[in-house]
């Protein structure tokens, strides 16, 4: 996985494909991967409350512009960090001039240390897949001021075979609700299930047009995993085995 990644970050870095892709399937090209559109990330800026005093914890940053765009809107402090030392590179030369607001960190949120109280609220756009949801989220509160906000972003699928486990759908039975519930942290959560859906549709829609670009380039790898990422979650969908969830919970 972690050579994956790094290969993705470079490649997308300099894809006008991808960027393109971008645009179209989110609505900005922050040269993000997941699921999170524009009108998902206002959704989690507004429940964090961010503002210029806001100092917010991303865990799984990517290259980092995510966290640029919500700060450039709301002036809030971002630290970054991801275990790709390349994203991590390529988000420190980006914002360079931003410094003051944005930094970032070459780091495994699996091995987790933060001093207490050194940040006021944290995110996660779709990278709690990658790690142990209670070992992660118990050290994260750690490191956040009593009654912090936190906003993760998790979509839950049942593959086949895997239809028994309908209860797991729902928004305390996957691993990110069950991990809140097993530290005594409440939630709240917002469906975003249909918003997924629509993302999905748009994504495919655009990679079936920008493929002979992506061939172009010599990056067929990024649209085959757009392109089979979009067919699943749409099926998925179809069927009615996928769930996305945006939770807030406060330290």
């Known amino acids: 996985m972690k050579e994956w990644y790094t290969r993705f970050y ?9 960027t393109e892709f ?3 399937a989110y609505g900005v090209s922050l040269r993000q991967h997941g699921f999170a559109d524009t009108e998902q990330l206002h959704l989690a800026a507004e429940a964090l409350q961010l503002s210029p005093e806001s100092r917010v914890l991303e865990l ?4 980092g512009g995510i966290a640029e765009y919500l700060s450039d809107r709301t002036g809030a402090r971002f630290h970054g960090i ?3 030392p390349s994203a991590i590179r390529q988000a420190e030369e980006r914002t360079r001039e ?11 949120m699996g091995d987790l240390t933060l001093e207490p109280v050194a940040f006021n609220g944290a995110l996660s756009v779709d990278a709690l897949y990658f790690t142990d949801e209670v070992s992660t989220l118990e050290r994260l509160v750690r490191g956040l001021a009593p009654g912090s906000p936190m906003a993760f972003f998790y979509t839950h699928d049942l593959f086949d075979g ?3 486990e309908v209860e797991t759908l729902e928004p305390g039975g996957t691993p990110v609700g069950r991990a809140l519930a097993t530290l005594g942290l ?3 959560t917002t469906d975003l299930s249909p918003q997924d859906c629509r993302y999905a549709r748009r994504a495919a829609s655009a990679l079936e047009d920008l493929r002979p670009a992506f061939e172009r380039e010599g990056n067929q790898f990024l649209y085959e995993n757009r392109w089979a990422e979009a067919q699943g979650q749409q099926r998925l969908s179809r069927l009615g085995r996928t769930r996305r969830y945006l939770y807030l919970a406060r330290a």
């Open 162 to 164: 895997h239809e028994h």
């Open 82 to 84: 991801d275990y790709i």
């Open 60 to 63: 799984g940053c990517g290259d």
């Open 22 to 24: 971008c645009r179209r």
């Open 186 to 188: 409440a939630f709240a």
């Open 10 to 18: 470079e490649a997308a870095a300099s894809s006008e494909a991808y």
């Open 98 to 108: 931003k410094a003051d607001r944005l930094s970032f960190e070459v780091k495994d």
